[in-house]
């Protein structure tokens, strides 16, 4: 029987944290400060494993490597060679399952081709800028935007295909780069991305007015270039769009503007183990300390079905009654 909650949603889609170490700053997710914003920790991958095992037995057929930042986790290649070895079950038959990659590609020239030959089917690769000193600024690191581009560059070789980027505009700091962007990924032949930003920041920076809309994205780049609007499938998060010309694809995902809760097939395993049914849920489900107490792999399927049942209805961003989740976006795993 499919994993599903009380309000009719298909649980299939799957994200695991691996660790909650990044080794970016980026401006709209950490402080910036040493020490800030502790670890909470990670499992070994055997644990990781144990758990996807049992949600693919459940009916999840995507599972999602991200962070903190993944590729920084010691033995993440063989890792996704033994989730390659799970199979989905969808529709009864032995499907592969979908494994994809969320990573800021500071390391991924190096790892691209092995994770491929391991099994992963898809990468997504963060980018905030399409220039040096500003990506520099964002991220607060040097000389990180050449690896980046190596990173994504090595994972199209690799065959690492549909490839996207995704940014997140945070107005003051990037909005700029939306025609920028739009260039990109005509260039490289990528699937550019844009991300409203949310309120999951460790400086808690977020107003309304810090947000680039979706409405503003789509009027900027027409400046540029006339888009056309793939039909939009109401369960996709993002909305996509090709150039005029057919070349080049962009998308953009608008949780703010335009949320998408009632068609959210997700939860997340965070690095050290808790369930999480929501972004901003203000709590999470121990799993890890069910599989500490010693239980079955039928008791943690039980306790995964009843946490999924609480799965809230949707998020309250940007109205009064909104309550600050209880972790921030780098110990969440976006
Ligand atoms: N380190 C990896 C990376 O950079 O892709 C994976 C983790 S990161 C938290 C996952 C994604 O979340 C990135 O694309 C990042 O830009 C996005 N993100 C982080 N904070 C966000 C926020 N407050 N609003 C929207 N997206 C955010």
Not at 12 to 34: F, H, P, Q, W
Not at 109 to 118: D, F, G, I, R, T
Not at 205 to 214: C, G, K, Y
Not at 319 to 327: G, I, K, M, Q, Y
Request: charge should be neutral; hydrophobic fraction near 40%; include cysteine.
């Amino acid at each position: 029987m499919f994993l599903s909650d009380k309000f009719g949603r298909r649980i299939a889609d799957l994200r695991i944290s691996i660790t909650d170490r990044c080794n970016y700053k980026c401006v709209y997710c950490r402080t910036g400060n040493e020490g800030a914003g502790a670890f909470y920790g990670d499992l070994p991958f055997a644990d990781y494993l144990r758990m996807t095992r049992v949600l693919v037995g459940m009916g999840i057929t995507k599972v999602r490597l991200t962070g903190g930042e993944p590729l920084l986790r010691k033995g993440v290649v063989e890792f996704v060679r033994e989730l390659a070895s799970l199979r989905s079950g969808k529709n009864g038959n032995s499907e592969p399952l979908d494994i994809a990659l969320t990573t800021n590609g500071h390391l991924l020239a190096e790892l691209a081709q092995p994770l491929k030959e391991a099994g992963l089917t898809r990468v997504t690769v963060s980018m905030d800028a399409v220039d040096p000193d500003r990506f520099a600024r964002i991220t607060r690191v040097p000389g990180g935007y050449d690896r980046v581009l190596a990173g994504i560059r090595a994972a199209r070789r690799a065959g690492l295909w549909p490839l996207k980027v995704n940014c997140v505009l945070m107005r003051g700091f990037n909005e700029d780069q939306i025609i920028p962007f739009g260039m990109f990924a005509r260039e490289e032949g990528v699937t550019v991305r844009f991300i409203e930003f949310m309120p999951l920041e460790e400086d808690r920076l977020w107003t309304p007015t810090t947000v680039v809309t979706l409405e503003e994205i789509l009027t900027r780049m027409a400046e540029y270039r006339s888009l056309v609007e793939f039909p939009h499938a109401r369960s996709e998060t993002a909305r996509r769009y090709h150039f005029d010309d057919g070349i080049g694809e962009i998308g953009i995902i608008a949780p703010v503007s335009h949320p998408f809760c009632g068609h959210c097939s997700r939860i997340r395993i965070t690095s050290d183990g808790k369930i999480r049914t929501c972004l901003f849920s203000v709590w999470d489900h121990d799993l890890y300390a069910e599989m500490r107490r010693g239980a079955s792999d039928d008791e943690l399927a039980e306790f995964i079905r009843g946490v999924v049942m609480k799965k809230e209805e949707r998020h309250h961003i940007g109205e009064p009654d909104f309550v600050p989740a209880s972790r921030t976006m780098v110990h969440i795993g976006g």
